[in-house]
């Protein structure tokens, strides 16, 4: 069965600094990989996903993700923190379920606080 | 992307009753799932809903507390039977298009239990 581990469950960065979510998965196959953003009280959104084509993955807000294979590894980065990046964010890994559906394998989140 | 809207968007229920929760999709979808996300917690998939036929729970959850419909590609129904305070929560809607990787979440249905 797969797997998705988020190693760090509070994240906090200055402004205009850095940001780095970590991400590990297990697979028995290639997989599908993706990151999603909650802000409070509001919905999930897609950041970015991963289907088997360019490995490094960039997406909405200045986020970028690169998959590791040999790692297995799917970090989520940004070179500038900004204020309006503070939420909830999520690594998930997609796998087919019994009925051969597939469905997604959530992480169990990172809260990212950014810093004035 | 995909609109999807979900009806309440919050409720407040005493213990023992039922609230449906209806989830409406603009365009027809492959799959429709049903999550529930606790207070500060990751998301938690309660089942697939399935067109036509009986929907395909995970393992936890049963079709007697969670009974779903879902008689169209666009639409479909989650209902918390039963209630205590332990099912406040978040409950949302998600759906994945044929041709896409991508899934669309709703905005979800908070419930409190009293």
Known sequence: ???????????????????????NYSSSYSPSLFWYVQHPNKGLQLLLKYTSAATLVKGINGFEAEFKKSETSFHLTKPSAHMSDAAEYFCVVSERNAGNNRKLIWGLGTSLAVNP | S????QKPSRDICQRGTSLTIQCQVDSQVTMMFWYRQQPGQSLTLIATANQGSEATYESGFVIDKFPISRPNL???????????????????CSVIRATSYEQYFGPGTRLTVT
């Open chain 1, 1 to 23: 069965a797969q797997s998705v581990t988020q190693l760090d469950s509070h994240v906090s960065v200055s402004e205009g600094t850095p940001v780095l979510l970590r991400c």
């Open chain 2, 2 to 5: 995909a609109v999807i809207s």
């Open chain 2, 74 to 92: 666009t639409f479909s129904t989650l209902t918390v039977s039963n209630m205590s305070p332990e099912d406040s929560s978040i409950y949302l």
